[in-house]
C-alpha cells in the first residue's frame, strides 16, 4: 500500500513505465465519442523513447498493425496530428511525436499523476480489501 501511495504522486514512477498495471486507469471520452487512455499514452511514449511505431508496439505486445491503427485514431481524434511517421523499414522509416503529440501526452500524464495523488489512499484501500488473508 505505501508503495502505491508514493510512486502515486510522482508522474515518472507511477505512470512513466510503459504497459504499467496501476489499479486506477484514467480514461479521457473525448466529443467525438473517441478514448484517451492508458493504452494509447503508452504507444505514444513508446514512440517517443523509441521513434518507432513498430518498437513501440512491441514494448506492448501489439502487432505492427494493431500498432499503426492506433496511431491513425490517435492523429484523426486530435485537431492536429500527435504523431509523425515516416514508413520505410529500418534504414528510413521512423516515427516522432509532434509538438501537438508530447503536450497531449504531457497533459495526459499530469491527469493521471493528479487523479491517483487524489484518489490514492481510497484505490489502495480497495486493493488491500481484495487480498484473501
Known amino acids: 500500500r505505501q508503495q502505491f501511495l508514493a510512486g502515486a504522486a510522482r508522474t ?4 512513466a513505465r510503459v504497459g504499467s498495471r ?7 471520452k473525448l466529443p467525438s465519442g473517441d478514448w484517451m487512455g492508458p493504452g494509447k499514452a503508452d504507444l505514444m511514449q513508446g514512440i517517443a523513447e523509441t521513434g ?11 502487432s505492427y498493425k494493431r500498432a499503426w491503427s492506433l496511431v491513425e485514431v490517435l492523429n484523426e481524434m486530435f485537431a492536429e496530428p500527435v504523431v509523425a511517421a515516416s514508413r520505410g523499414g529500418a534504414a528510413h522509416g521512423g516515427a516522432t511525436l509532434t509538438a501537438s503529440g508530447k503536450r497531449v501526452l504531457d497533459q495526459y500524464r499530469q491527469a493521471q499523476a493528479k487523479a491517483a495523488e487524489a484518489a490514492g489512499s481510497e484505490v489502495a484501500t480497495i486493493v488491500d480489501m481484495s487480498i484473501r488473508k
Open 12 to 15: 515518472e514512477d507511477a505512470h
Open 52 to 62: 518507432s511505431i513498430s518498437a513501440a508496439g512491441k514494448r506492448l505486445g501489439m
Open 22 to 28: 496501476d489499479p486506477l486507469r484514467l480514461r479521457i
